[in-house]
């Protein structure tokens, strides 16, 4: 990552890490002036992020031999970086509930 650039105003923006945006954590620069420029390319994952959590998927298991599959979304797996060979943890919170959720 670029450790500086420059600003609309002409100074130069220095690279920053742990920069909130939308209650996420990124890095981007920030300028003297006040102007603040986040990595566009973890902007766009979160902004996508937020707007998948506003809806409702409604998947149909398949199977294998004896095991159920559940397929993904691939908007979904784009936007938590899944693929084939990851880990996820699958917990049974109650008799009609379960959490899958990836391990990092």
């Known amino acids: 990552m670029k450790k500086e650039m420059r600003c609309a105003c002409g100074k130069t923006a220095e690279y920053v890490e742990h920069m909130k945006f939308n209650n996420n954590d990124l890095d981007g620069w920030r300028c003297s002036c006040g102007e ?9 994952r979160i ?23 559940l397929r993904i979304p691939k908007e979904v797996s784009d936007v938590l970086d899944l693929h084939k060979g990851c880990e996820v943890e699958f917990i049974l919170k109650d008799r009609d509930k379960i959490v899958i959720h990836p391990i990092t």
Do not use: A, H
């Open 36 to 44: 603040v420029y986040y990595n566009p390319q973890k902007v766009e």
């Open 47 to 69: 902004l996508l992020l937020n707007k998948l959590k506003k809806q409702s998927f409604r998947l149909r298991l398949s199977q294998v031999r004896s095991n159920l599959i």
